[in-house]
């Protein structure tokens, strides 16, 4: 059962760094039962290419997380002149390697290298981040494969929070294919979270402020800082905020804050539940990770 953080009278907070931390002990569990009875402890490998500090800090999180879990996990990293012939033979080494159960190459990639190209080359049985079209599609069939990490997290923080979700409207703010589209895809499937009706909204969107008004449940993920507006939502609204964005903040150390795609003070206020960020999605993507590597280590 996940905490309840009941911040106003009316609105709960979906915390997803405790939700988080709630299905790594499970995951722990399962790993320490796995090891004693002689199984290997599942093994997460991560490539990271180039400086790019927020990959860095996502991948470093990443390894963090598989530690505290019990997993093994191996970073390899290199410089952003890798060619993309190098790059292939790297995710051919890990789809050869017996040892790694499975691996995400962090995005995005220099722009010399062809992301898709990437993407193609990796075993779907070894995809955790879920991004290969043969888990998209299985994904859109309601068939077994990896789900991508980020939606993955959405609909499980709704269901650890039993939000209900059928018959309700839900706008996708966003069309990326690593969270607005594939989320889109699950909360419409005849299941639970699910058997919502989906609008996915974009740039392109006509009418944005009543699209989002008319929306029982927001997801946000279009990576700009508080986009959404308290005017653009009704009172009782579920809102999942994905976006992160570094916003620059003289007052901090780092000489930024982390920003989401929603204005958490306004929206909060008209909101019976809303994700901060961060310590929101953010924890529940890392999480997901790790229950798609467990699963293919299994
Ligand atoms: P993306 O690939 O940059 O796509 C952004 C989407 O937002 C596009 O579909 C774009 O529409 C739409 N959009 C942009 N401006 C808009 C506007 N003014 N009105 C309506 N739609 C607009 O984004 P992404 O990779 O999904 O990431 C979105 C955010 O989530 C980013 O802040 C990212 O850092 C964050 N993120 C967080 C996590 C996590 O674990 N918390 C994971 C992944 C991403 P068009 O298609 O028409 O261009």
Partial sequence: MCSVIQIFEFMTLLDGLTTAQTIKKRIQTEV??????GKRPPHLAA???????ASQTYVTAKVKACEEVGFKSTLIQREAEITEQELLKIVHDLN???EIDGYIVQLPLPKHINELHILLAIDPSKDVDGFHPENVGK???????FLPATPYGIITLLKEYGIETEGKHCVVLGRSSIVGLPVS???QRNTYPGNCTVTIAHSKTKNLKSVLQSA???IAAIGKPAFVTADMVKEGVVVVDVGITRVPDDSRKSGFRISGDVDFQGVSVKSSFITPVPGGVGPMTIASLLLNTLQAAK
């Fill in 139 to 145: 994904m859109a069939l309601n068939l077994p494969g």
């Fill in 216 to 218: 029982d449940i927001i």
């Fill in 96 to 98: 050869e390697n017996p």
């Fill in 47 to 53: 490539v990271l290419v180039g400086d790019n500090g």
């Fill in 185 to 187: 895809i699950l909360l």
């Fill in 32 to 37: 320490a039962e796995r090891v004693s009875v």
